[in-house]
């Protein structure tokens, strides 16, 4: 019965993660992907992986600072540096390091970019979290990498399609992000 809930959390999880990733506004993306990371956070240790789950709870951290304080060097380094140090007492191998890199790679990404660059930056880290999530069994959280890595080519895709209609217009230039808002 506790492995049946935790696959309905994990597929919770996975369902906001990915959802967070096919959003237009960058606001949303992070109080999707809070969400999201604190059910797949306890999926992924329901199945042991204690360092992707620490991961997974710094990311969430990570999105509710970015809220609060955007473009903030403390918040692209305090989740990180929290992430590479709680790994150390859950450290299981292969698994462990792959869980370390992709929690890296998004607080970076996700910290300091926005709209079709932060999209296009993440898919590699998808690669990674997808590698991750193959070894150790997850399923949910797979699909929702997947779901993540085809919501960021599309909406990357969406975003440069606007900024060459709109390249010629002068008001592409009037309004700030605005290719970031698609």
């Not at 007492?89 to 890296?104: E, F």
């Not at 997947?146 to 008001?171: F, T, V």
């Amino acid at each position: 019965m506790c492995g049946t809930a935790f696959l309905a959390v994990g597929w919770a999880g996975a369902i906001l993660v990915a959802a967070a990733f096919w959003t237009v506004s960058d606001r949303r993306l992070h109080w999707l992907l809070a969400a999201g990371l604190s059910l797949m956070g306890a999926h992924l240790a329901s199945l042991g992986a204690w360092t992707a789950a620490v991961s997974a709870l710094c990311g969430a951290a990570r999105c509710l600072a970015t809220l609060r304080w955007p473009g903030s060097a403390a918040v692209t380094v305090a989740p990180s540096a929290a992430a590479a140090l709680l790994a150390l007492p859950t450290w299981t191998g292969a698994a462990s390091m792959l869980a370390v890199a992709a929690s890296i790679g998004s607080n970076l990404v996700m910290a300091t970019q926005s709209g079709r660059r932060m999209r296009l930056l993440m898919l590699p880290v998808n690669a990674i979290w997808i590698t991750h999530h193959l070894m150790v069994g997850s399923v949910p959280a797979t699909a929702s990498e997947l779901a993540c890595a085809a919501g960021n080519c599309w909406r990357a895709a969406r975003a440069e399609k606007w900024r060459r209609a709109h390249a010629a217009s002068q008001d592409f230039f009037l309004l700030p992000n605005a290719a970031a808002r698609i």
